[in-house]
């Protein structure tokens, strides 16, 4: 059976509400990393534009779980083609055997959200990195510096703002020499 992919995906942030204002004082303070949206994207072996994605984002008609004072939730939605507003994803893992892309909403959903009382999550860059971390522990992403990856995927996602024409990129950040 073919694995599923875990991969980081890099959306423009200019269609996503701007969840970082809830924190972040001035555009000046906000750091590289979060001139982008960030979510998980899982997608079958082969996949030609279809997953799920899991963002945090304000509510909408769409799915979602958890809950946040401040109006923001952990959003999943299932997708036929990538968004139009994804510039790249990073595969960093595969979902283990014995688990499915429905074993990761309570995963990720454990993350405290940005804006919440007491929580240690600021952003959505801040997220995301818990999100990593959690995948790590899940034996869903493979073990690497997140704060590496972070800059990584910045320096990336600065080429694919750049370069737009044809579908969203995709990059193996994994040890694994076989891709996708």
């Given amino acids: 059976m073919s694995k599923a992919r875990v991969f980081v995906a890099v959306y423009s942030s200019s269609s996503f509400t701007d969840i970082e204002s809830t924190t972040t004082t001035s555009i000046g303070s906000r750091s590289k990393a979060a001139k982008y ?3 998980i994207w899982i997608e079958p072996k082969g996949s030609e534009g279809e997953g799920t994605s899991f963002d945090i984002e304000e509510p909408s008609s769409h799915s979602y779980t958890g809950a946040s004072l401040f109006g923001l939730r952990l959003q999943i939605e299932d997708h036929k083609t990538t968004p139009p507003n994804m510039l ?7 979902i283990p055997d014995d688990a499915t892309v429905k074993d990761i909403g309570p995963i990720l959903n454990e993350i405290p959200l940005p804006g919440d009382p007491g929580s240690p999550i600021q952003d959505n860059v801040a997220w995301i990195k818990a999100a990593i971390i959690e995948l790590q522990e899940a034996s869903c992403a493979e073990r690497f510096f997140v704060d590496q990856f972070i ?7 600065k080429k694919w703002e750049t370069n737009k024409s044809g579908p ?3 990059v193996n950040y994994t040890r694994s020499r076989t891709f996708p």
Avoid: N
């Fill in 37 to 39: 949206h960030w979510g």
């Fill in 88 to 94: 790249g994803r990073l595969m960093i893992g595969k």
């Fill in 151 to 157: 800059k990584d995927a910045v320096s990336r996602a």
């Fill in 168 to 170: 969203p990129k995709k």
